[in-house]
């Protein structure tokens, strides 16, 4: 039997990482321990944690640093505040019940401790290392986190150390602005005047693709680095090779026709699966596109309900009215019958401010505008314009602080 636990505590230089596994001194984890005392490797030299010398913790606590020890500095601060930090915490485990008294005896601890080697201030790294062992033992040994915090915080949570925020679409409506242009300056100014909002998806619309390849998506990527980026390629064959072009240029989302094969079409899917990104399969001129997702064995994440463009506007130039937002069918229906859950729909297709009540209101996920928006002298009310409808950005009143642990 073992526990895993982990803590990240402080910040700065002397910021604390630990990992730990808990487990019986006769099992597994206790063979480990020894192995990991006795196999000494440079720079990485594991120790004991002691409460002072010739005072070791129980249960016996062996530290294996993460980062390499190059000096006589570096030995100190280990040896030092952060020696004493696990050892003290170890005990103060016991003390508290955390840990069972009566098990001190049996068990053995394996700390991977993290001290960075611009560390000054060793009360800091004494602090800091106790609370994050600590807590790392506690989290072990109530097993944290569950399963549903895992999936509940996966798609919200920033690492620090990546400085940039993958954008997941966990919390929908949002707002898919579709840059159908033929011009790098237009593009630019209408990403620069959105406003910035988690809301908002960014489109590399097909005319933006074709003229200046798939790599336009970087070009949009350094104008908005943690925006998501949807790369429109409407694929209709070899999907695999395309779903990878888009995923190198670092799209979050690749859209594929409905007009191709089954066969095409989960190729396409499978590799958007394998590559990380979000599939969208466009069914614009799909006559029946119900019988289509039927006929799929890998669904896509986005089902887009496309009205054509060009259709449109020739009705509109004839004088007829332009579809309402229930042209789009039963979405709530299609969801729960066809694609399941977590699975999203799109849609789009001459849709303005007017229009955005109803489309929420049938079950759309996204709404996916283009010229409204792309058309505007003022880029950034149009956008507001759309904005209004949906809710604040995911997470806008979350606390700081309010992620961990309920008391």
Known sequence: MYWIGEALVGNGDEIAHVDLVIGDKDG????????TLTQLSIGHTPLLSVI?????TKPATVIVPK??????????KIFGPA?????????????EGII??????????IASVFIHPEAEDYRKIY????????????RAMDGYPTIDKILAEKDRGMHPIMGFR?????NPPYLQVALDLDKIDEMKRVVNNLPNRERILLEAGTPLVKKFGVGIVAEIRKLREDAFIIADLKTLDVGRIEVKMAADATADAVAISGLGTVESIEKAVHEAMKQGIYSILDMMNVNNFVEKLSELEFQPDIVLLHRNVDLETLRAERGEEIGEANEWGNIKQIKEEILGPR?????????????????????????????????????????????????????????????????
């Open 67 to 76: 980062v390499t020890v190059g000096d006589l500095a570096d030995a100190e």
């Open 28 to 35: 597994h984890v206790g063979a480990t321990f020894v192995n």
């Open 166 to 170: 993958v954008i997941r679409l966990w």
């Open 100 to 109: 069972p008294k009566d098990k001190a005896d049996d068990l053995v601890i």
């Open 52 to 56: 002072r010398p010739n005072l070791i």
């Open 343 to 407: 699975k999203l729909v799109a849609v789009a297709g001459g849709i303005t401010p007017t229009k955005v009540e109803k489309a929420l209101k049938s079950g759309a996920d996204i709404i996916v505008v283009g010229r409204y928006i792309i058309g505007s002298r003022d880029v950034r009310r149009a956008a507001e314009d759309f904005l209004e409808y949906l809710p604040p950005d995911p997470d806008t009143m979350r606390l700081a602080l309010d992620e961990d642990e309920a008391i």
């Open 127 to 138: 602090q800091y290392n106790y609370g994050a062992t600590k807590l790392a033992i506690r």
């Open 83 to 95: 020696q004493t930090a696990v050892g003290r915490a170890v005990a103060d485990a016991v003390q």
